[in-house]
């Protein structure tokens, strides 16, 4: 509305330079020229009037009293100024026109809103101030009709040729009623608005002091509520209008650039509360490099998605016509950076806290989505998390594929359509309650990453963890642990898989374990002649592309640092033995498998390491085994289930133990 209400000021400013020359210092002229502006609403099937014109030679005023106009579009916009004056016009040329000084006094707008019966929106400015005005001495192009989108467009390109140093208005209020008091109604109040160096459709920077709104709302149990709030410092920097009028131009309906509307936009502290006891606090928000997209963003579209009063409930044939406009305006806005800081809001288990939300956004696409600093409480006791992060995040693509399956949920197959489209997850300090207990668990760090894919299958995955649970008494299969003395179970793992397709090689590299106080252990694993065709969701497919995967070489390094004591003392302890007679059982047993394996002397030397592992704790074992030669996988998984031995006799072993 205040776009329309600046383009009809606009007009009747515009009409004003078109009195100076010679011939125009004559009051008749001047009230003819406001006429002819006002004309052109009538024109259209509006209605416009105005009072009384004057003008002051000595001091180069023009004075128009009770200006109204009223759309003839329905429902109807109505515009009322109480009196314009601008001072120190000139004509500088036939062109253009110039006042030091334009005030606007009681500014009113006026517009029914909303389905049957419509509520009454309006807004009230006292005054507008405007210093060191430029414009056209002649009105542009008028709007082609008396739509919203035409309407905007004019305006939009009515500023674009004017210029002035500062626009400022104390204040401005709007307000919603619709007679009751039913959600949505209500009052925002606007102080301290000011523009700055407007020209050339850019302004420098635009600011607004405060807000404060109150609205009626439905809150729990669809029990009337009022919500009031304030909303403090609210500024835009290099803020270019040219890239939203693109958004109104057919011609720029295939332009795919994106135009740069806003280099910032900052707010302050924003505070809501309601009736029924919410209470929000945001410290402040920045948006960096606001760019808009002309080809997914332009305005018939966007009008489109606004349902029609009383409209029956989309088919699922409209539902996805409509999520894909959704997807498509996500294309056609780009973020640099989006940043909401201090958040905190009255939950009924307590304050929840949000250090901070970051995203960016491009070509409908977030690199990366991250919370930060949550502090807050779940029925078992605090939460508190350092940060979690989304990683490549293709909205749009994920709206269009929701979009497939509107109204009835995807197949499996379907459903892992949405894993390209998500390029992994990080989460780090998370502390959290460990049931009922009173103890907690702790996640330093846990990251899983993928990509390179093929189809839907990821080929290449990396996932770490770094993290400390304690240990549930309750468990039968923990009480070994929990007799040793270990209470938790500290954790580190880094597990990564890689597909090359040059090579035809699979390996999981690296892959590392730690539990603290029990064992360390890494690992390398790889499989050659593995063919793209395996990564299928066919299973006849995977399964014949598989009978060409062959076993690569196979290394392992595993670190006692406690674990071998604790097997030992658990043996003793169903035994009913002592601690050096259980170790001495447990070598012999090992070592009694050597007589089946006489016959693979690779395999004896490995059970030799093995029990000097189990005789001599804290100790390192490595084992790496190599093929003998070309061992295709499901032939070593045959001799698996039927005889290891002979399974083992494929690789030559090497196995070793030290410190």
């Known amino acids: 509305m205040v776009k329309v209400l600046s383009g009809l000021v606009a007009a009747i400013v515009i009409a004003v330079g078109g009195f100076f020359g010679f011939q125009f210092y004559t009051q008749h002229r001047i009230a003819s020229e406001v006429d002819a502006a006002l004309e052109q609403v009538r024109a259209a099937g509006g209605k416009a009037s105005r009072g009384k014109v004057s003008y002051d030679l000595l001091n180069r005023t023009v004075t128009i009293a009770e200006i109204a106009a009223q759309s003839a579009a329905q429902p109807p916009v109505s515009v009322k100024i109480g009196n314009l004056t601008a001072s120190g016009v000139s004509q500088p040329d036939a062109a253009r026109f110039s006042a030091e000084t334009i005030e606007i006094a009681d500014l009113d707008i006026g517009a029914a809103i909303g389905p049957q019966p419509p509520s009454n929106l309006s807004y009230k400015l006292p005054r507008i101030t405007v210093k060191e005005y430029s414009g056209p001495a002649s009105l542009q192009r008028p709007p082609a009709s008396s739509a919203l989108a035409d309407i905007y467009r004019s305006v939009l390109e009515q500023f674009a040729g004017v210029a002035a140093t500062s626009i400022t208005a104390p204040s401005l209020t709007g307000t919603i009623n619709s007679g009751v008091a039913t959600p949505g109604g209500g009052e925002v109040a606007y102080t301290g608005l000011a523009m700055q160096d407007i020209k050339d459709g850019k302004v420098a920077s635009a600011k607004i002091d405060g807000a404060v709104f109150t609205v009626n709302a439905q809150?729990?149990?669809?029990?009337?509520?009022?919500?009031?709030?304030?909303?403090?410092?609210?500024?835009?920097?290099?803020?270019?209008?040219?890239a939203v009028a693109a958004m109104f131009d057919p011609q720029k309906a295939s332009d795919d650039q994106y135009y740069r509307a806003y280099r910032q936009i900052t707010t302050g502290p924003y505070v809501v509360s309601s009736g029924q006891g919410l209470n929000m606090r945001i410290d402040g928000i920045t948006i960096d490099d606001l760019g808009l997209r002309p080809s997914r963003m332009q305005v018939p579209d966007l009008l489109a998605m606004i349902p029609a009063p009383g409209a029956a409930p989309p088919t699922p044939a409209q539902a996805r016509a409509m999520i894909e406009k959704v997807a498509k305006l996500y294309e056609g806005m780009r973020i640099g950076n989006a940043e909401m800081r201090g958040f905190s809001v009255e939950t009924p288990q307590g304050p929840v806290k949000l250090s901070a939300m970051r995203l960016d956004l491009d070509n409908g696409k977030v690199n990366e989505f991250a919370i930060e600093g949550v502090d807050g409480r779940a029925p078992e006791g605090p939460v508190k998390l350092g940060r979690f992060a989304l990683k490549s995040l293709d909205v749009a693509n994920l709206l269009r594929l929701s979009a497939q399956f509107a109204g009835s949920p995807p197949p499996p197959d379907k459903a892992l359509d949405m894993i390209p489209l998500i390029g992994g997850a990080e989460l780090r300090g998370l502390v959290a309650p460990f049931k009922n207990t009173g103890k907690q668990v702790s996640i330093e760090q846990f990251s899983l990453d993928w990509g390179q894919f093929v189809g839907p299958i990821p080929t290449k995955v990396r996932m770490t963890t770094?993290?400390?649970?304690?240990?549930?008494?309750?468990d039968p299969i923990l009480m070994a642990l929990i007799a040793a003395g270990l209470d938790k179970a500290v954790i580190d793992n880094d597990v990564g898989a890689v597909w090359t397709e040059a090579t035809k090689t699979f390996a999981l590299?690296?892959?590392?374990?730690e539990l603290g106080g029990l064992l360390k252990a890494n690992a390398q694993l790889s499989l050659t002649n593995v063919p793209r065709g395996v990564f299928t969701l066919n299973p006849v497919q995977a399964a014949a592309m598989a009978e060409q995967i062959e076993a690569g070489p196979i290394e392992l390094v595993l670190r006692d640092t406690g674990a071998i004591d604790i097997a030992v003392a658990q043996y003793a302890r169903l035994q009913d033995v002592s601690r050096e007679a259980a170790r001495s059982a447990i070598v012999d047993m090992i070592r009694s498998a050597r007589e089946p394996a006489a016959a693979y002397p690779d395999v004896l030397a490995a059970l030799d390491a093995v029990a000097r592992f189990i005789e001599t704790p804290r100790q390192t074992l490595n084992v790496k085994l190599t093929p003998r030669g070309k061992l295709p996988l499901q032939q070593l998984n045959q001799f698996m289930n039927t005889d290891p031995l002979l399974a083992l006799s494929q690789f030559r072993i090497e196995a070793s133990t030290g410190l």
Not at 219 to 242: C, F, M, Q
Not at 509 to 513: A, H, I, K, T
């Open 219 to 242: 809150g729990a149990g669809g029990k009337p509520d009022k919500l009031t709030g304030n909303l403090a410092n609210i500024a835009g920097y290099d803020i270019d209008s040219r």
């Open 466 to 474: 770094r993290m400390t649970t304690p240990l549930d008494a309750s």
């Open 509 to 513: 590299e690296p892959v590392s374990l």
